[in-house]
């Protein structure tokens, strides 16, 4: 299989604090993986591509001072929030390609839902 | 990238085949179509992909006529854990595309 994992499955914190999310491949490395957000009731918005071992690529709009991307290893990429406000409440989900897939198929984790207070 | 277009819901009954058609009117040769489902509060997961003709897995069908300008879904015998929103991406062939998520299709599945 190809299972992705994220860590916490939901968060809540005070405004003003950082908050760090873990996207994991747990039965394949990744050299790329990516982060997206989705609002309630919307599509989900690519904010990020993650590669291992190199600075992330951030989408139109996206600031990457607030929204720090660490992809440390082969399995773990990390997304940590900083400075959250309420605007950032909403729903990550991350998504890696296997290093050894032929078809380059992206996979979901199960997404974690952060509401700021 | 190719934008898609395909209707923003369904409504269909158990037992039933359903059909989604999705328009990529501007895809690119190297450009492959693919399908996710996702639950509420759910990530995405990955259902079909295909490049021409047809592609047939467990779960579902993917007919891709020849111009490859559109896509169906094909659902056999649907229930109701099939009801969630189904999105049809059109990526190209690097590991490093990223997708484009349209608003998808809400399917609806009745007793």
């Known amino acids: 299989g190809a299972v992705v994992s994220q860590h916490p499955s939901w968060v809540i914190c005070k405004s003003g604090t950082s908050v760090k999310i873990e996207c994991r491949s747990l039965?394949?490395?990744?050299?790329?993986m990516f982060w997206y957000r989705q609002f309630p009731k919307q599509s989900l918005m690519l904010m990020a591509t993650s590669n291992e071992g190199s600075k992330a690529t951030y989408e139109q709009g996206v600031e990457k001072d607030k929204f720090l991307i660490n992809h440390a290893s082969l399995t773990l990429s990390t997304l940590t929030v900083t400075s959250a406000h309420p605007e950032d409440s909403s729903f990550y989900i991350c998504?890696?390609?296997?290093?050894?897939?032929?078809?380059?198929?992206?996979?979901f984790g199960p997404g974690t839902r952060l509401t700021v207070l | 990238l190719a934008k898609t277009t395909q209707p923003i819901s369904m409504d269909s009954y158990e037992g039933q085949e359903v059909n989604i058609t999705c328009s990529h009117n501007n895809i690119a040769t190297n450009d492959y179509i693919t399908w996710y489902q996702q639950f509420p509060s759910q990530g995405p997961r990955f259902i079909i992909q295909g490049y021409k003709t047809k592609v047939t897995n467990e779960v579902a069908s993917l007919f891709i006529p020849a111009d490859r300008k559109s896509s169906t879904l094909s659902l056999p015998r649907v229930s109701l854990s099939d009801t969630a929103v189904y999105y049809c991406l059109v990526r190209g062939d690097s590991g490093y595309s990223t997708l484009t998520f349209g608003k998808g299709t809400m399917l609806l599945v009745s007793p």
């Open positions: 998504s890696a390609i296997r290093s050894d897939s032929s078809y380059n198929e992206q996979f």
């Open positions: 039965d394949f490395q990744a050299t790329t």
